[in-house]
C-alpha cells in the first residue's frame, strides 16, 4: 500500500490529514500490519482535550497491544462509530474507513513536527 | 553457543508466501500468513497446516531405553504398545517441571518429542541423568523436520490412514505419521526428512490446506485448554497443578520428582490451572494479576481474543480454594481491573 501524500505521519505511526481547523487521525497501514488482526480500539471521549504526542486510547490485536499517540493538539469532535462492532476495518483500510478520531485542531504549526510521507517512508525503511 | 537463530527446512517457502516470521525457541518461524484469526478459523472448520521442524526430536535405544524412560517420566510407557504415544512430563526432585512431552515406542527403540524452548535443555537432562545405564543411546534427530496437519477435513486428506486411532501411528508416504495435535482439532503430525518435508508441504499446499504459523498455534491451543512451557509450566509448576494428574503414574515406577508429587496428590495442590472468560474489551496477558475482592488469588499463564468464542479468554493459576466454576474474580490489565468468570481450562 503506498503511503497517501495527502497527510502528515508520526514517528509512533499515527498520521493526521489536516483541513483547515479539522484533523482525521489514525494509523498507518505499517502500523495496522505490524498489530496484526485489530480486535478492540480504546478511543477517547468526544469533547476531549489532547496534546500533541500524548497518549490518547489504545488498539488491541491478538498478539499485542499498542498505545496511541494524537499526533495533534486539539479537542475530539467525532470518534469511528464504526470501530467498535469492527476494529478490523482498520486493518482493512488504515487510511480512509479505519480513521479513529476528528480533532478540533487549536494549532496548525504543530505540523511542522510531523512527517511528510517521504519523510515517514524514509523513516521506515531507515529502522528495518 | 551460536545465537543466530535456527532456519527450519521450509523458511523459503514461509518468506515466498510472505509470512510474518518471528524468533521462537532459538528458531525463526512464521507467526502467520494471512492473519491469526483467519488461520485460527481454518483449522477449525477446515484444515490447516503448520511447519513444526522447530519441535526437538530425540531417539532413545538400547535394551535399557525403557528403563532410563522410566526414570525421568511421570507417565508409564510399559503402558505403551508399539507404535503408541503417550503425554508425559519430565519432573525435578521438587516435581516441577523440566519440560512437557510426547513418548512414542517405535519399532525397537523410543522417540520423545520435546518442545523447540526446551530442547538443549531436555538433552542435558537426559545425559545427566543416564550415567546408571549401561546400554543406553540417546540421538537427538535434528535431521527430522515434524509438519502438523489439523482441523476437521484433516483426515479426509489421508483416507489411508482413516482408522489410525489417537496417540498412534502409522506410514504415510513412506514417512511416519501419528494421529495426534496440539488444536484440540482432529490432525496428524508427520516426522519428515528435511527432503520430504518439502514434498509434503508442497503436496498439501496444492491441495489448498492453508498455511498457518505460529499466532494461530497459540490461539488455538489455549482454547483447548493444552498447556506451554514458559507459560503454563515452568520449573516450579508440576503436572498435578496443571492439570494432567493422569499422566503421573506412581505404581512400582521410580522416577525423578515421585515423592513431591505423590505428596501434592495426598495433600491436594495449592494452585490451579483454570480458564477465565472476560465480558469487556481488553486482553489480559501472562503475569496479570488476579483477585477475589482486595486479595491477590492467581496470575495469568496465558491469555488472547478466542476467534472462536468473539471474547478475550485466559488461562490463570488460582488458589484451590477460590478455583470454583462460575466464580467471578478480577483480573488488572494495565493498571484497571475487569471482571472475569472461572471456567474449566478447556475453554470451547
Known sequence: MATPNDRVYSKEHEWAKIDGNTAIIGISDHAQDALGDIVFVEMPKVGAELKQFAEFGVVESVKTVSTLYSPMSGKVTEINPDLASKPEIINEDPYEKGWIIKLAISSADEKSKLLSSEQYEAFLSSSK | ?348
Not at chain 2, 59 to 65: K, L, T, Y
Not at chain 2, 83 to 95: A, K, M, V, W
Not at chain 2, 229 to 257: L, M, Q
Not at chain 2, 281 to 301: L, N
Open chain 2, 1 to 348: 553457543m551460536s545465537t543466530a537463530l535456527k532456519q527450519t527446512a521450509l523458511y523459503n517457502e514461509h518468506i515466498a508466501l510472505g509470512a510474518k516470521m518471528v524468533p521462537f525457541g532459538g528458531w525463526e518461524m512464521p507467526v502467520s500468513y494471512k492473519g491469526i484469526i483467519s488461520e485460527h478459523t481454518d483449522v477449525r472448520t477446515n484444515v490447516g497446516i503448520f511447519d513444526i521442524g522447530h519441535m526437538g526430536v530425540v531417539d532413545i535405544s538400547g535394551s535399557d531405553a525403557l528403563a532410563f524412560i522410566q526414570s525421568v517420566s511421570t507417565n508409564d510407557a510399559r503402558l505403551l504398545a508399539e507404535y503408541e504415544c503417550q503425554y508425559s512430563i519430565l519432573c525435578n526432585e521438587n516435581g516441577g517441571a523440566v519440560d512437557d512431552i510426547l513418548v512414542y515406542k517405535l519399532e525397537g527403540f523410543y522417540r520423545i518429542v520435546v518442545n523447540a524452548s526446551n530442547t538443549d535443555k531436555a538433552l542435558s537432562w537426559f545425559k545427566a541423568h543416564s550415567s546408571n545405564f549401561k546400554d543406553l543411546e540417546i540421538t537427538h534427530r535434528s535431521d527430522i523436520s515434524m509438519l502438523s496437519l489439523q482441523g476437521p477435513k484433516a483426515a479426509s486428506l489421508l483416507p489411508e490412514l482413516k482408522d489410525l486411532k489417537r496417540n498412534h501411528c502409522g506410514m504415510w508416504q513412506n514417512v511416519l505419521v501419528s494421529r495426534t495435535g496440539y488444536t484440540g482439532e482432529d490432525g496428524f503430525e508427520f516426522f519428515a526428512s528435511r527432503d520430504s518435508v518439502k514434498k509434503l508441504w508442497d503436496h498439501f499446499m496444492s491441495l489448498g490446506v492453508a498455511p498457518c504459523g505460529l499466532g494461530a498455534r497459540d490461539t488455538l491451543r489455549l482454547e483447548a485448554g493444552l498447556p506451554l512451557y514458559g507459560h503454563e509450566y515452568d520449573d516450579n509448576t508440576s503436572p498435578i497443578e496443571a492439570g494432567y494428574p493422569w499422566a503421573v503414574k506412581f505404581e512400582g515406577h521410580e522416577f525423578v520428582g515421585k515423592a513431591a508429587l505423590l505428596a501434592q496428590k495426598q495433600n491436594g495442590p495449592v494452585k490451579i490451572l483454570k480458564g477465565l472468560k472476560f465480558s469487556e474489551k481488553a486482553i489480559p496477558r501472562q503475569g496479570a494479576e488476579v483477585f477475589q475482592g482486595d486479595k491477590k488469588i492467581g496470575v495469568v499463564t496465558s491469555g488472547t481474543f478466542s476467534p472462536t468464542l468473539k471474547i478475550p479468554v485466559a488461562l490463570a493459576y488460582l488458589d484451590s480454594q477460590v478455583a470454583q466454576n462460575g466464580t467471578t474474580l478480577s483480573v488488572l490489565i494495565r493498571d484497571k481491573s475487569y471482571p472475569a468468570v472461572v471456567v474449566a481450562k478447556k475453554l470451547i
